[in-house]
């Protein structure tokens, strides 16, 4: 029984006890493999030139050694195999772990007795009866990772215990081959050399004692007697692996895995002799190099497998293993010993891995719990006689028909590609969805949430919002099950298209049926599968939520109670696979592997799953998405060391016009914060800047520097909420200029009033170089050691229009920024001018925040500061979108007459009225709304996307914007069934 906790993730104890398990059969492979390659390098020096007659000719000892004990780790396997499953499954897994330690101590000091007698006979003996220990040893290692971590995690719990057993013998294999030839050169007497690695395993051995006390008791089932029969059950054991043909296929794959693995080593020892015919310890050391590079190669490919088989069994693994086994096993043909030979080697070890940690997975899993020992341990027959078949064969092609290693290279690599074929076959969907899928982990950072909402088994109907193409894939890859998705039938007649939806199992609907099309997919669901459905029943050109389409009502009435999973798939705006920028495809990607997250919602009673309570469903989703964020200080940090020559500010707050790169704003924002960490005691600072670069320099400062910025109302309308302010806020330091320090000395500043102004001529000249330099030369991470802050904790406060202060998270300023991204309110090549104040959310967002993290060029301008006239800005900066208020509605109303198409949108957060502020201007004017019960932004209109069919739109007359993704519904508006935010009037 899985010693899981009641969500079915194992518990803290089971975790403890399977480290334990992993150290002790990592500890018991090495050990086998030191002995075994220190006994072949011993070998091969005492047996040099004797030789045996064998049907009249004489055959050389030494060469058929390496082939006696590869039968001999094997063939115990084949004779105690039913015995050690029996013992498996009648006592506790632990308590043989335990007996086959305190044997293991037993067999390495017989071994060294043997050493000391000089007996090469006597040490192999011992090593057959050390193999004897591991054969019981090996269905109580693999039949306690089920009872200890249940079916979720056994794959990556796989996946791990092979990289470790691997690992063993990429240690084990030198300590054995090259340990005894080093020892041998200083140490004349071979048995003495012999002797240091075999006691350096010895002393290793009990400290798996040690670890054996940290696995907790499995429960004994309860099982036949020890009779004679169970001796002599090898064909009942093989005859119920055989009844299920998934389970007999996996047997014989594995046995695959072990035939070439077999092979394959023998094959290396042959190479070593031919290349080092009268060295017999350097032949036995370049044995042990092959192996390890190989051994190497299991081990990252199992750290592979582990990734990409998170949450499920990957099949689809098999066949493309096996095609990479083929082309590795080419390549080891064609290349000399040497460098390039043992990377492909390498690669024959990963693409190995890949073959037989997806089956071993699924026979453990497949196996009946009482009986899985039995299982094991059958198929541990299958794979011993395989590996013997392998000894002998190789013998055979060696001695018998006098082919070269090389030539048996070539003979293994035909098996391989026969193999393949066969696998394809077997396992088309499998290969062609893992195809996908690691094409999906290669380009994309998939998050997934929420997976712990879907059923293990039965039948459900997914509804997802649709963004890009390849939201399918996403669903797919994310799922722990099979997906099924829904395509109209006359796809199905289109060639290749038609053979991919037939191997998905895509359910065909008709597009002249709407009711047909109903019970079909009910029928999807109704017969045990997932089925996904997109309701919008288009992809969103906006970003966006569409309508709802009716029809996922009925389906769900119909699918006989299966629940309703609402799915979200956030962060995938601005793709190249979405809309964003007004196209498809073909688009400059801001990052690599472009972050993505699915967040599976918690199930929905069919009865209830109406078209209101799927979208509630969908926003609550990303709102648990965009809530998942890292702090301002990171954030900045990743965004400005991104593309770091490029443009990002332009100051036209001054008469002359300045611009700053990404790594100048960041430079000079961390020569702020590394003075204020040690010059401002306090957690909480006040800012009272016009929108200016040093007011950019500040902000970023501050926030890199762990404070929280309080941003103060500076227009002269706001006199009085200057005064009050700070009082209210409580901050004891500011900053800001001399002169509106000094021309509002009159107000209730607080004891430390810094200039910015003094404060940047402080961190000029040489300083200002030495931190461009870091900025260049230092990593990200590196640049991000010293930040503290949580996402959880206070960044910025800013006033709403009631001059209420509303503090806000970093979590929140990123999921307002990250809102505001994922729909289609800016083009990549936009230049943004915002002209709200700093101390409000809209100031903050677009003239600050939005722009740094996203890449998006900006202006800041004080109004009236200077000449700076619309047309300076519009014509010289090439502005393509304002936010503004009505108080900018003179500036906008002069910026337009100038040439037609200079600026693209204007939006503003004013309330919509029936004869707007920016009626018959050119640009495209758009609203949207900050909620005063949160102070943040939650709707967003959008210029409407080219024209398709259906059409789609990005604003409405009269409408405050649509919700934003993940945002919460104001309690001053409703939404109609577009998302568009109705505000209602005020009392």
Not at 22 to 30: G, S
Not at 235 to 244: A, M
Not at 768 to 790: D, N
Request: one cysteine or more; aromatic letters at 10%; hydrophobic letters at 50%.
């Amino acid at each position: 029984m899985a010693s899981t906790s009641s969500s079915g993730e194992p518990s803290p104890q089971a975790w403890r006890s399977l480290r334990a398990v992993m150290t002790v059969q990592t500890q018991n492979a090495f050990n086998d493999n030191v002995v075994r390659f220190t006994l072949l390098g011993i070998a091969l020096i005492v047996l040099q030139g004797h030789t045996m007659m064998i049907n009249g000719k004489p055959v050389a000892i030494d060469t058929a050694y390496k082939n006696t004990i590869g039968i001999l780790i094997s063939l115990p396997f084949v004779i105690f195999a039913p015995i050690a499953g029996w013992a498996s499954d009648r006592f506790s897994k632990r308590s043989v772990i335990q007996t086959c330690l305190w044997a293991q101590i037993a067999i390495i000091v017989a071994i060294i007795c043997a050493m000391i007698s000089r007996s090469i006979w006597l040490a192999t003996a011992g090593f057959f009866v050390l193999a004897i220990q591991s054969a019981f040893f090996g269905p109580a290692k693999l039949g306690i990772m089920k009872e200890l971590v249940g079916s979720k995690k056994l794959s990556v719990v796989s996946g791990w215990m092979q990289m470790l057993t691997i690992v063993a013998i990429i240690f084990g294999s030198p300590v054995g081959g090259a340990g005894f030839k080093k020892a041998s050169d200083y140490i004349p007497d071979i048995w003495m050399a012999g002797l240091v690695p075999v006691g350096l395993i010895l002393l290793m051995a009990f400290t798996a004692l040690i670890m054996v006390r940290r696995i907790q008791t499995t429960p004994a089932h309860a099982g036949e007697k020890l009779t004679v029969g169970v001796f002599f059950r090898h064909f009942v054991d093989l005859r119920e692996i055989y009844r299920s043909r998934p389970v007999w296929l996996s047997s014989i794959g594995i046995a695959v895995f072990w035939f070439t693995g077999a092979f394959s080593i023998a094959v290396f020892t042959q190479i070593a002799q031919e290349a080092y015919p009268i060295d017999g310890a350097t032949a036995a050391a370049v044995a042990s190099y092959c192996l390890a590079a190989t051994g190497l190669g299991i081990a990252l490919g199992s750290v592979f497998v582990a990734m990409i088989s998170s949450n499920r069994l990957e099949l689809g693994l098999v066949p493309l293993g096996v095609i990479g086994m083929a082309i590795s096993i080419a390549l080891a043909a064609l290349l000399p010993l040497g460098s390039w030979f043992y990377a492909a080697l390498a690669l024959l070890g990963a693409t190995s891995a890949m073959f037989l940690v997806p089956q071993n997975a699924f026979l453990q899993d497949k196996a009946d719990p009482a009986r899985r020992g039995r299982v094991l341990s059958a198929s541990n027959l299958i794979n011993s006689a395989a590996a013997i078949f392998a000894n002998v064969a190789q013998y055979a092609l060696e001695e018998g028909a006098n082919i070269s290693s090389r030539g048996q290279l070539w003979i293994l690599f035909i098996a391989c590609v026969v193999t393949a074929f066969f696998c394809i076959r077997l396992l088309p969907s499998h290969f062609v969805r893992i195809l996908l899928k690691i094409f999906m982990r290669f380009f994309y950072r998939l998050r997934i949430m929420g997976e712990a909402n879907l059923p293990e088994k039965g039948g459900a109907l997914l509804l997802a919002d649709h963004v890009t193409w390849i939201d399918g894939l996403l669903i797919g890859a994310a799922s722990p099950r099979d997906v099924r998705f829904v395509a109209y039938d006359g796809f199905f007649k289109r060639g290749i298209i038609g053979w991919g939806l037939r191997l998905f199992g895509v359910v065909p609907i008709s597009s002249k049926s709407a009711r047909q099309a109903i019970k079909t997919t009910a029928g999807a669901v109704n017969e045990g599968g997932l089925v996904c459905l997109f309701p919008e029943g288009t992809l969103s050109r906006t970003g966006f939520l569409n309508e709802f389409q009716k029809g996922f009502e009925l389906i769900a009435r119909q699918a006989k109670g299966a629940p309703v999973i609402p799915v979200a798939i956030d962060g995938m705006w601005g793709s190249s696979f979405s809309f964003s920028g007004n196209k498809f495809f073909f688009k400059r990607l801001s990052k690599f592997p472009y972050p993505a997250t699915v967040n599976f919602g918690a199930p929905i009673i069919a009865a209830e799953a109406d078209r209101d309570a799927v979208r509630n469903a969908l926003i609550t989703l990303r709102q648990e998405a965009y809530s998942k964020q890292p702090t301002l200080a990171h954030a900045t940090i990743d965004a400005l060391k991104l593309k770091g020559t490029q443009v990002c500010l332009i100051d036209r707050s001054e008469i002359r016009r300045t611009r700053f790169t990404r790594r100048m704003v960041l430079a000079s924002s961390l020569q702020l914060a590394d003075r204020w960490k040690e010059s401002i005691a306090e957690d909480r600072v006040g800012i009272a800047l016009p929108p200016s670069s040093p007011s950019v320099f500040a902000h970023l400062g501050l926030i890199l520097a762990g404070k929280m910025v309080v941003n103060l109302p500076l227009q002269a309308a706001d006199r009085s909420s200057l005064a009050k302010s700070l009082v209210e806020t409580n901050i004891s330091t500011v900053i800001t200029t001399k002169a509106i320090h000094e021309g509002l000395s009159d107000l209730p500043w607080p004891k430390h009033v810094l200039s910015l102004t003094k404060e940047l001529r402080a961190v000029d000249g040489l300083p200002r170089l030495q931190a461009r330099f870091r900025v260049f030369l230092s990593p990200r991470w590196l640049l991000k050691r010293r930040l503290t802050q949580k996402p959880e904790s206070p960044a910025l406060g800013i006033l709403n229009n009631e001059g209420n202060y509303h503090f806000l998270s970093h979590s929140q300023v990123l999921s307002q920024v990250a809102q505001i991204s994922d729909v289609n309110a800016f083009l990549q090549d936009d230049v943004l001018l915002n002209l709200y104040p700093n101390h409000q959310v809209t100031g903050q967002v677009f003239g600050l925040w939005l722009p740094i993290l996203q890449g998006i060029r900006f202006v800041v301008h004080t109004m009236g500061s200077h000449p700076a006239t619309p047309e300076a800005l519009i014509n010289k900066e090439g502005v393509t979108a304002i936010i503004t208020g009505e108080a900018g509605l003179s500036f906008c109303q002069e910026a337009f007459k100038l040439k037609d198409n200079l600026t693209r949108t204007v939006t503003t957060f004013d309330r919509p009225r029936e004869n707007g502020p920016f009626d018959g201007l050119k640009a495209t004017a758009c609203y949207g709304w900050v909620s005063q019960s949160s102070g943040l932004i939650v709707s967003l209109s959008v210029p409407h996307p080219p024209s398709k069919d259906p059409p789609q739109t990005g604003h409405l007359p009269g409408a405050s914007g649509r919700l934003l993704p993940g945002a919460a519904l104001p309690i001053e508006g409703t939404l109609d069934d577009e998302g568009y935010l109705k505000l209602r009037s005020k009392s």
